[in-house]
């Protein structure tokens, strides 16, 4: 997906006769079953409102409940998994220096809540309706008034370049293998679908994380498009607070680690 934008002898009439009317009326009779044809379609569908049938299910309706669905999921494969190390913490016989080991891989690693000073970005898409700003730019075409995946990886690359200790889009933390993929002016995460304003909220230190945001040449191209066509942007202080940890699976689905 891309925000990239581009500034922009007579034929001759054959001689009528009677060789020609077998044609026509081939012809006629062709449009009197195309109407009988609609008619017919017509008259039977007076009685079915496929807009309004209930046993119809759209497929954002779908696309909503699977997400619903792996959301209820994540949740209850977190719980389950704090409650298995739990129980493990108290038969597993490691020293205290084990622990301390495996809990500073587990932060690193984003299975484990992080706390911390954060800031969080906004980003939304164009009024509908949005006009260019500035003299010089053309008017919007339909593709500059949304937020595409180029801009949320922005924002989040700028953040790990910033010094992020943990990052969270939406209310998903995420690790080092997570996609941050759009379809259409959707956003797929792990499983689930958002749709904007997106939120990406970061753990680090504030001056920093906004001054990496500042200095992205793939931000300050955004920007162009926020004060040309008013797409959103907002960076906010949220002071301390705690990200989730990871609660989605993390077996490598295409790579193996070298042995």
């Known amino acids: ?7 922009p002898g007579p034929e001759s ?19 009197a079953l195309a109407g009988l044809i609609f008619f017919i379609s017509f008259d039977t569908a007076k009685g079915t409102n496929i807009r309004t049938d209930a046993s119809l299910l759209k497929l ?16 209850s494969n977190g719980a389950l ?17 084990e622990d301390d080991r495996l ?16 800031i969080t970005v906004t980003l939304n898409d164009a009024p509908p309706d949005a006009t260019a700003k500035l003299p010089g730019y053309p008017e919007p075409q339909p593709d500059y008034l949304v937020i595409h995946q180029q801009d949320l990886q922005a924002v989040v690359n700028a953040m790990w370049q910033g010094g992020a200790e943990g990052i969270k889009v939406m209310d998903q933390r995420l690790i080092s293998t997570s996609a941050v993929r759009c379809v259409g002016n959707t956003l797929i995460l792990q499983g689930r679908v958002y749709s904007p304003p997106y939120k990406i909220t970061a753990v680090g230190d504030p001056e920093k994380l906004r001054k990496a945001l500042t200095e992205a040449p793939a931000i300050q191209n955004y920007m162009v498009y926020v004060n040309v066509y008013g797409l959103g942007w907002k960076v906010e202080d949220e002071g301390t607070v705690t990200l989730p940890g990871y609660t989605g699976t993390v077996d490598l689905h295409y790579a193996k680690p070298v042995e």
């Open 60 to 75: 954002s309706d779908l696309i909503h409940e699977r997400s619903l669905k792996n959301g209820e999921l994540d949740e």
């Open 103 to 118: 809990a500073a891989l587990e932060g690193r690693a984003g299975t484990r809540k992080l706390k911390g000073e954060a």
């Open 13 to 31: 009439t054959p001689a009528r006769g009677h060789r020609f009317r077998p044609v026509r009326i081939l012809t006629a009779g062709v449009f």
């Open 81 to 97: 998994r704090e409650d298995i190390e739990s129980l493990a913490e108290r038969d597993d016989g490691s020293t205290e220096a």
């Open 1 to 7: 997906m891309s925000n990239s934008a581009d500034f």
